[in-house]
């Protein structure tokens, strides 16, 4: 089993899904002609075959990096909006720290008359 990670090795980089989607889609823009050559295919429809496949590969790369630049554009403006409200609570609560210590809050027991009988 081994030991404990030590703190001087990095950590690896979270994996890149679009581009690992990618990979896979050009790997197969190579393969599938080959298995259609070789299965007795015409190599002229193998060669369409790829150029179809490189074609869909092609628009999914552009629909997918489109897609991570709007959630990152997505989650840049969530950010500065709640950092917004945070920073505003942050003030409010800061201007009267104790004002108020008898509140739910407070830190004692509330029972309102509600104790276990024995």
């Known amino acids: 089993m081994p030991g404990p990670r ?5 950590r690896p980089a979270p994996p890149d899904g679009a581009g690992e989607v990618i990979r896979w889609a050009a790997f197969s823009c190579v393969l599938v002609p080959v298995v259609l050559v070789w299965y007795g295919t ?8 790829a150029l179809g496949l490189a074609a869909v590969t092609a628009v999914c790369r552009v629909l997918l ?8 554009r997505s989650a840049a403006r969530g950010a500065a909006r709640t950092g917004a409200r945070s920073a505003a609570r942050r003030s ?3 201007a009267e720290p104790y004002a108020n210590r008898s509140g739910p809050q ?7 008359g509600r104790t ?3």
């Open 106 to 112: 407070s830190g004692r027991r509330h029972t309102r």
């Open 116 to 118: 276990p009988v024995n």
């Open 65 to 72: 990096r489109r897609s991570e630049r709007c959630a990152a």
């Open 6 to 10: 030590s703190a001087a090795r990095p």
């Open 42 to 49: 015409s190599p002229a429809g193998a060669a369409g075959a």
């Open 92 to 94: 409010a609560r800061s």
